[in-house]
């Protein structure tokens, strides 16, 4: 059976007179990897400080293992923040650095210096127990940080932007580290980030966050393959959007011509959005193209080509093949029923969840 450790029921935040947290409700399960993705000033933070206590709702209920815990203090919660800066104490070693918590409730010393070793050894640090938080690199403080907040035996860790001033190959490195170091604790982390490729490599669930709302939740699989609408699919991977009709269930209309696909529900001739991703579409010939389109420029990507062109209607397409094609001339594109998403206009995520799941049935 699944847990839910964490509960919000319509939470809201204002500052001031502006609501930067708008009726969000969610609910996460105890000992998995939550994302909250989204762009700057949407009100990730925000809702990691809710959940750790640092601040209070305005309107809304948090609840933590079924317990409501509006008026607990942060200190009463079970819950550990590693902050974007690590804020580690520059003039206390590792080890100082580590107990520092423990300290403080008082534990006596020979069970915090047993529990430090353990944690510095779930983090790979055993050894580093002396050395000075100046003589430690990015990654390894980054590394204390998340020990100091493991020692305290959190059942929720959160995690605000915990890669971000690391370096491209040692941000890898941590994301590998941090999902295993999860799966081995079993511990609920929720980590912040701006970043959609970190949000889909590392989480078992993303909620997409836009203007103190949550977008859309799901599995990052979920999330890429159906996009609820134009904000979603823009803000994860690269997405290719033209205006089109629903003309009827499995049959959709864009850029003058039918089109076979596997979405259905809408209104008979409903205006849409249409959104297939640049590495669903194929390069080739003219007459075996489902779309034609004119190849503007193109540049090498190492792994593929990516191409940008135009259609008859002045739609933008990019696409990325394995094959070159030719600045200047006419190609023909190719792609699946299932690779075309069709999304709605101003479709709750209740509604689009009840609307997928009933022709998933099928
Ligand atoms: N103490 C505060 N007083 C007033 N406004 C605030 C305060 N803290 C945050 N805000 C505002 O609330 C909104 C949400 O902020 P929040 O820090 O949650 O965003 P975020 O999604 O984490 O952004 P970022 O990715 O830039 O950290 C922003 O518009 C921010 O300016």
Redesign the pocket.
């Known amino acids: 059976m699944t847990t839910n450790i964490i509960t919000f029921s319509n939470v809201s935040k204002s500052?001031?007179e502006?609501k930067?947290l708008k009726n969000v409700s969610f609910e996460i399960e105890q000992g998995k990897f939550y994302t909250l993705l989204?762009?700057?000033?949407?009100?990730?933070?925000?809702?990691l400080r809710l959940i750790a206590g640092f601040i209070e709702t305005s309107e809304g209920d948090i609840r933590l293992e079924g317990k409501r815990v509006n008026d607990i203090p942060a200190n009463k919660r079970k819950v550990n923040t590693v902050f974007q800066d690590y804020a580690l104490f520059p003039h206390l070693n590792v080890f100082d650095n580590v107990a520092f918590g423990l300290n403080i409730k008082k534990v006596p010393k020979k069970q915090i210096a047993a529990k430090v070793m353990e944690v510095l050894k779930l983090v790979q640090l055993a050894g580093f127990e002396d050395r000075e938080i100046s003589e430690m690199s990015g990654g390894q403080r980054q590394r204390v940080a998340i020990a100091r907040a493991l020692a305290n035996e959190p059942e929720v860790l959160l995690l605000d932007?915990p890669l971000s001033a690391l370096d491209l190959k040692l941000r890898t490195d941590m994301q590998y580290e941090l999902r295993e170091l999860q799966k081995r604790l079993g511990i609920t982390f929720i980590f912040?980030t701006?970043d959609q490729e970190e949000a889909l490599a590392m989480s078992d669930e993303i909620f997409v966050?836009n203007k103190?709302k949550i977008v859309q939740s799901g599995s990052p699989v979920d999330i890429y393959d159906e996009p609820i609408n134009r904000f979603v699919a823009d803000f994860i991977g690269e997405s290719n959007i033209v205006p089109g009709q629903m003309l009827e269930d499995n049959l959709v209309q864009f850029v003058g011509k039918n089109f076979e696909c596997v979405d259905g529900g809408m209104r008979p001739n409903e205006a849409v959005e249409i959104m297939i991703r640049p590495e669903d579409l194929t390069l080739t010939s003219i007459d075996q193209g489902k779309l034609i389109i004119k190849i503007d420029s193109q540049l090498f990507r190492g792994v593929h080509y990516e191409m940008i062109g135009h259609d008859a209607e002045g739609n933008e397409w990019v696409v990325h093949s394995t094959r070159k094609a030719q600045e200047g001339t006419e190609v023909g594109l190719a792609f699946d029923p299932e690779n075309i998403h069709v999304m709605r206009f101003n479709e709750s995520e209740e509604e689009f969840d009840a609307r997928l799941e009933s022709y998933e049935e099928e």
């Not at 989204?38 to 809702?47: A, E």
């Open positions: 500052y001031n502006t930067v989204g762009p700057s000033g949407c009100g990730k933070t925000t809702i932007e912040v701006h966050l103190g």
